[in-house]
Every structure is written in C-alpha cells, then in structure tokens.
C-alpha cells in the first residue's frame, strides 16, 4: 500500500515558476514507477510526466516539454515536478500517482491546485 501526499501548489502569474511535491509512504515506493497527472475544469484528466523507479525512463507530454522536470528522491520518498513558463493552460489540480508498471498507475494522491493568471 502506497499513500501519496502532494504539496507546493498555488497561484502565479504567467510566466513563472512552481516545484510541487509528493510525499509518498510505504517501502514499495522505491521500486514503483510514478508520474504527474492534471485535470482541469470541464477537462479531461491529462498525463503530463512520469519517472520510473530508479529516476530513468522519464517521459514527457508535449505540451510541458522543455518547461517541466519530474524528478524523484528515494530516499525520501519524494517525487517532483519542477514547472517554469508557466502559462495559463496550465492550471489546474495535479495529481501524483505511482504504481508496479510502467503507465499503469494504482495510488493517487488527492491533488494539489496550481492557478496561473494572465
């Protein structure tokens, strides 16, 4: 069992900067893949990242290419997503997921809000 805790969201302004974070529980987190998924209003839930175990095979969508970094600290059970150019389109709730395969993801966290203003 793996709970996930994010944290780090918040409201700018175009153009800026945001690391969220997501604090995970559990011994299996080291060997889980995990990745950042976003939903906004009336939207779709999007991937936008994701990091495997051993912080290689990490893949991007392309509208965060270049702008976002997803990393990950096992040792302190924590994954990141570093988030610079931020542009309106970007706002919405991130989540951070992680599961035993890879794009297969069973743990959700409860989200963390990102707001980005023109």
């Known amino acids: 069992q793996v709970q996930l805790v994010e944290s780090g969201g918040g409201t700018v302004q175009a153009g800026d900067s945001l690391r969220l974070s997501c604090v995970a529980s559990?011994?299996?987190?080291?060997?889980?893949?995990t990745a950042w998924f976003r939903q906004a209003p009336g939207k779709e839930r999007q991937f936008v990242a994701s990091?495997?175990?051993?912080?290689?095979?990490?893949y991007y969508t392309d509208f965060v290419k270049g702008r976002f970094t997803i990393s990950r600290d096992n040792a302190n059970h924590t994954v990141y997503l570093q988030m610079t150019s931020l542009k309106p389109e970007d706002a919405a709730v991130y989540y951070c997921?992680?599961?035993?395969?890879?794009?297969?993801?069973?743990?959700w966290g409860q989200g963390t809000q990102v707001t980005v203003s023109s």
């Open positions: 997921v992680a599961g035993p395969l890879e794009h297969s993801f069973s743990y």
């Open positions: 559990g011994r299996a987190f080291t060997t889980y893949y």
């Open positions: 990091i495997g175990y051993s912080g290689d095979r990490i």
